[in-house]
């Protein structure tokens, strides 16, 4: 059972509007939510990280937003450049249980049109 | 400071032998987390090491296995290899354990043939 889904394989955006990546949890043990953006042949890269305390961490042009009452997160990119295209994963921890390193959901290749 | 650095960067291995990756973290960091890539399952966690203890495990087989040295650096250990286990291999550091950012190396791209 998928605890971190990612239900848009891809998503194509305009350079210059937003982009926005979507992610949903079921695990209510998760405390902290990252983002990571990956380029071919190269390791994940973090990006932003939103404790379950906060609703919202911006940083530049990341913003994530958390909604723990839908288990949802989003990441939203504005604007958006052609250097941010890559695949996006969404990941969670349960700090306190520890057990499980960072749960990750299987992506999202954005792909932004120039 | 340097980044994380796996090696080697790819490897072509046959069903039934056993394979050894490499991964050195960043200066300084003392957790280092491994993973497996693969198209159908994503990322998904194997272990973690902290002064050389193994802290978290993931749901794989025993095949897999790991060890970090004195000098944080981590090797990863798979035996009886199967076609099953081609997949690129994840590195991560963290300053300490139970960090919640893990910085990635670029990986090892394991094909069994």
């Known amino acids: 059972d998928q605890q971190v889904k990612q239900n848009s394989p891809s998503l194509s955006v305009q350079e210059g509007r937003i982009s926005i990546l979507n992610c949903d949890y079921t695990n209510s043990m998760f405390d902290y939510f990252l983002w990571y953006k990956k380029y071919p042949a190269e390791g994940p890269t973090f990006l932003i990280s939103i404790s379950s305390i906060k609703d919202k961490n911006e940083d530049g042009r990341f913003t994530v937003f958390l909604n723990k009452s839908a288990k949802h997160l989003s990441l939203h990119i504005v604007p958006s450049q052609p250097g941010d295209s890559a695949v996006y994963f969404c990941?969670?921890?349960?700090?306190?249980?520890?057990?499980?390193?960072?749960?990750f959901g299987k992506g999202t290749h954005l792909i932004i049109q120039p | 400071k340097a980044g994380v650095t796996q090696t080697p960067r790819y490897l072509i291995k046959t069903r039934g032998q056993q394979v050894t990756l490499s991964c050195s973290p960043i200066?300084?960091?003392?957790?280092v987390s491994w993973y497996q890539q693969t198209p159908g399952q994503g990322l998904q966690f194997l272990f973690e090491y902290f002064s050389e203890t193994q802290r978290n495990k993931g749901n794989f087989p025993g095949r897999f296995s790991g060890r970090q040295f004195s000098n944080s650096r981590s090797e990863m250990n798979v035996s009886t290899l199967e076609l099953g286990d081609s997949a690129l291999y994840l590195c991560?550091?963290?300053?300490?354990?139970?960090?919640?950012?893990?910085?990635f190396g670029p990986g090892t791209r394991l094909t069994v043939l």
């Open positions: 990941a969670a921890r349960d700090s306190g249980g520890g057990a499980d390193g960072l749960t």
């Open positions: 991560a550091s963290s300053a300490t354990s139970g960090r919640i950012e893990q910085f």
């Open positions: 200066s300084g960091h003392r957790s």
